[in-house]
T-cell receptor
Framework: GDSVTQMEGPVTLSEEAFLTINCTYTATGYPSLFWYVQYPGEGLQLLLKATKADDKGSNKGFEATYRKETTSFHLEKGSVQVSDSAVYFCAFTGFQKLVFGTGTRLLVSP | GAGVSQSPSNKVTEKGKDVELRCDPISGHTALYWYRQSLGQGLEFLIYFQGNSAPDKSGLPSDRFSAERTGGSVSTLTIQRTQQEDSAVYLC?????????????FGSGTRLTVV
């Protein structure tokens, strides 16, 4: 069935380090792919998206590329900040709803 | 409204009591979704509304859970005879009809604690 697999957290980095959070999906057809972010005490916010193969979504210095051949949508950022500490969710369009991964907590220390 | 509004933001209830959670979606959004986020878990889909009808309620965990939507707008999620395992954050989201490709807008959630 439809599912998303994200790397387990927490991911602990120092400020200005490079970030990668892996995400792979199992889906039928050609879904749209998303990354959502949940900052402490807040609701989920759409971070970026890609709607077709080889598209690159980007926002706030984060990037992710839709890789159809590997069914992946890894999240990257070249230099993280303390303010990036949050939980990141990978998701895709399943049948009539978004299917989410379990989330990856990112902790960035000064 | 400008965003998705959920109320209450926090609810503590005794085991066995009924609770109602409210969601007010973005004006004009015809699709509305309920998800549940338990501690250490991902987002669990509960139910989807298109207008006032629910084409997919496959995620409701038991018959103690029900939801309705009226006027194509406000939705209420009701949990009867609450159990401790119902403790979670209940999230509501809305989107324009047929535009899942743009993602959803989420509310801030209702944190339910059953004691």
């Amino acid at each position: 069935g439809d599912s998303v697999t994200q790397m387990e957290g927490p991911v602990t980095l120092s400020e200005e380090a490079f970030l990668t959070i892996n995400c792979t999906y199992t889906a039928t057809g050609y879904p749209s792919l998303f990354w959502y972010v949940q900052y402490p005490g807040e609701g989920l916010q759409l971070l970026l998206k890609a709607t077709k193969a080889d598209d690159k979504g980007s926002n706030k210095g984060f990037e992710a590329t839709y890789r159809k051949e590997t069914t992946s949508f890894h999240l990257e950022k070249g230099s993280v900040q303390v303010s990036d500490s949050a939980v990141y969710f990978c998701a895709f369009t399943g049948f009539q709803k978004l299917v989410f991964g379990t989330g990856t907590r990112l902790l960035v220390s000064p | 409204g400008a965003g998705v509004s959920q109320s209450p933001s926090n609810k503590v209830t005794e085991k066995g009591k009924d609770v109602e959670l409210r969601c007010d979606p973005i004006s004009g959004h015809t699709a509305l979704y309920w998800y549940r986020q338990s501690l250490g878990q991902g987002l669990e889909f509960l139910i989807y509304f298109q207008g006032n009808s629910a084409p997919d309620k496959s995620g409701l965990p038991s018959d103690r859970f029900s939801a309705e939507r009226t006027g194509g707008s406000v939705s209420t999620l009701t949990i009867q005879r609450t159990q401790q395992e119902d403790s979670a954050v209940y999230l509501c989201a809305s989107s324009s009809s047929g535009t899942d490709n743009y993602g959803y807008t989420f509310g801030s959630g209702t944190r339910l604690t059953v004691v």
